[in-house]
């Protein structure tokens, strides 16, 4: 019986780095836009201007987005290969999976906007309502799970048992910056609705 060791080299460097690489992501966008709430940092680098502050950290995120990708596929082309997967169905499925993802990961950056997609709402850039339109009328969170969903495209094209390991490893981490994005984001707005309602009332 084939080990799990044999279609997963956990010697290469390359798979780690691309590890670090995707828990690294998560983590540091939850700390810096935490920080910017509670200090308003990015406004005050950007001369008092939220949008220029939110702007930045996009593009931040963006790029380490870039380098994270890479460093997926560089890590992928040094796993082994499952034959069992490199099969024209598979690919087929492989592509179906890609685009799906994509099409959820484009399409919630569409309707949010930059300030909504890379966290305006740390920089008290609100939206006026919540956004229930596709994708968001299929899952709450499409830019996660269209990412993961990427991930195992891409794992699945190339037939890298390491990659769908890879795209297990990736939900997790999207489903753990979850669990303190949500509450803290649903904080955010019930403050502001608190403060319209006070406001309605004087």
């Not at 992501?25 to 810096?32: A, K, L, R, T």
């Not at 992928?76 to 169905?89: C, V």
């Not at 669990?179 to 707005?189: K, L, Q, S, V």
Request: aromatic share 16%; charged share 20%.
């Amino acid at each position: 019986m084939d080990s799990v060791k044999t279609y997963i080299d956990f010697s290469q460097d390359s798979l780690k780095y691309s590890a670090l690489s995707v828990a690294f992501n998560p983590i540091f966008w939850n700390i810096v836009a935490r920080l910017e709430y509670n200090t308003h940092f990015l406004t005050k680098l950007a001369l008092g201007k939220p949008k220029c502050g939110c702007y930045t950290l996009a593009v931040t995120i963006f790029s380490l987005g870039i380098i994270r990708d890479l460093l997926y596929e560089k890590a992928l082309r040094d796993q082994p290969t499952y034959d069992t997967l490199d099969m024209f169905p598979v690919k087929i499925l492989a592509a179906l999976i890609f685009a799906y993802g994509n099409v959820l990961v484009l399409s919630s950056m569409w309707a949010l906007g930059v300030t909504g997609t890379y966290l305006g709402d740390y920089f008290g850039i609100l939206m006026d309502a919540r956004v229930t339109g596709f994708p968001f009328n299929i899952t709450d969170n499409p830019m996660y799970y269209g990412s993961t969903l990427s991930f195992l495209g891409t794992a699945l094209w190339f037939a890298k048992p390491a990659g769908i390991a890879m795209s297990a490893f990736v939900l997790v981490m999207y489903m753990t910056a979850l669990r303190f994005e949500e509450p803290f984001t649903a904080e955010i707005y019930a403050k502001r609705d608190r403060e319209r309602a006070a406001g309605k009332t004087k």
